[in-house]
């Protein structure tokens, strides 16, 4: 994932009254949809947990389609969390910032760091949960669609998990859920839609934390998300220096005035 700044490219044009022109054309347009460029952000995060998920798809013959590893650190007391994941020698990094109600995309790449920062909706994201949770409930409610406890268990990373099985006409989901590890963690962390959004989206609801998801679609595709690491007292920063960040921030109701 790559993130340009024009208007870095915008400096370098060698015709002044061109470089302006363009400039004032990007501060109406940006004007016009009702934005600005100030969007404000750490220079450090720091992080005391860390969670790594590894997601593996499959093809309708079974064979591999493709695998990619995720990093997660989140600051508990805070709420902040960061994603993390490589192409090769490329990297990138997309952190929630709840003190600012920002996001930011960091990306690395032939040893060039370029960023992208905009604002969140705090009160936006709290009615999505909201209207996730009450679709969620729905769903759970419907004979078609509710979480069934199997009665089997395994350990994944020293917690032990039980299995539960949702099922409808187009896929079959199997759930491995830590009652202890979900203890461990507090609910307004997992529940915070700023943080983890939907990817324990079922945490909730099962009183407790998903360890592995594994999906199977009846056209014979299949997606495993498992939990490879988790450290629930892993000291982890990242840094914001050196990355040429392009911000872009929605208007409040009196700047627009």
Same mark, same amino acid.
């Given at each position: 994932m790559e993130i340009k700044d024009d208007s870095a490219t915008v400096v370098e044009m060698e015709d002044a009254s061109e470089s302006s022109s363009i400039k004032i054309s990007n501060g109406v347009m940006m004007d016009a949809l009702g934005l600005t460029g100030n969007v404000d952000y750490e220079t450090d995060y720091s992080f005391d947990a860390y969670i790594q998920m590894e997601i593996t798809n499959y093809k309708k013959n079974g064979n591999l389609d493709n695998q990619i590893l995720y990093d997660n650190y989140v600051s508990k007391e805070g709420a902040d969390y960061a994603m993390e994941f490589k192409d090769d020698n490329d990297k990138s990094i997309i952190i929630?910032?709840?003190? &600012?109600?920002?996001?930011?995309?960091?990306?690395?790449?032939?040893?060039?760091?370029?960023?992208? @920062?905009?604002?969140?909706?705090?009160? @936006?994201?709290?009615?999505? *949960?909201?209207?996730? @949770? $009450?679709?969620?409930?729905?769903?759970? $409610?419907?004979?078609?669609?509710?979480? %069934?406890?199997?009665? #089997?268990? #395994? !350990?994944?990373?020293?917690? *032990?998990? $039980?299995?539960? /099985?949702? =099922?409808?006409?187009?896929?079959? %989901?199997?759930?491995? %859920? *830590?009652?202890?590890?979900?203890?461990?963690?507090?609910?307004?962390?997992? &529940?915070? !839609? !700023?943080?983890?959004?939907?990817?324990?989206?079922? @945490?909730?609801? /099962?009183?407790?934390?998903?360890?592995?998801?594994?999906?199977? =679609?009846?056209?014979?595709?299949?997606?495993?998300? /498992? %939990?490879?690491?988790i450290d629930m007292n892993s000291s982890h920063s990242v840094s914001t220096n050196g990355y040429t960040i392009m911000s872009m921030r929605q208007k409040t109701e009196e700047e627009k005035e």
């Open positions: 929630f910032d709840t003190k &600012n109600s920002a996001m930011l995309i960091l990306s690395e790449s032939d040893g060039e760091k370029n960023g992208f @920062a905009t604002t969140i909706d705090p009160e @936006a994201m709290a009615d999505l *949960s909201e209207d996730y @949770a $009450d679709e969620n409930e729905e769903e759970i $409610d419907m004979d078609s669609y509710k979480p %069934v406890k199997t009665g #089997k268990t #395994k !350990q994944i990373l020293g917690y *032990s998990c $039980d299995e539960y /099985l949702l =099922e409808d006409e187009e896929s079959e %989901v199997h759930m491995w %859920v *830590s009652e202890k590890l979900g203890k461990e963690m507090r609910k307004e962390w997992m &529940n915070n !839609q !700023q943080t983890f959004g939907t990817m324990f989206m079922h @945490a909730y609801a /099962l009183n407790g934390m998903v360890l592995e998801y594994d999906l199977m =679609e009846k056209n014979g595709e299949k997606t495993i998300m /498992l %939990v490879t690491k």
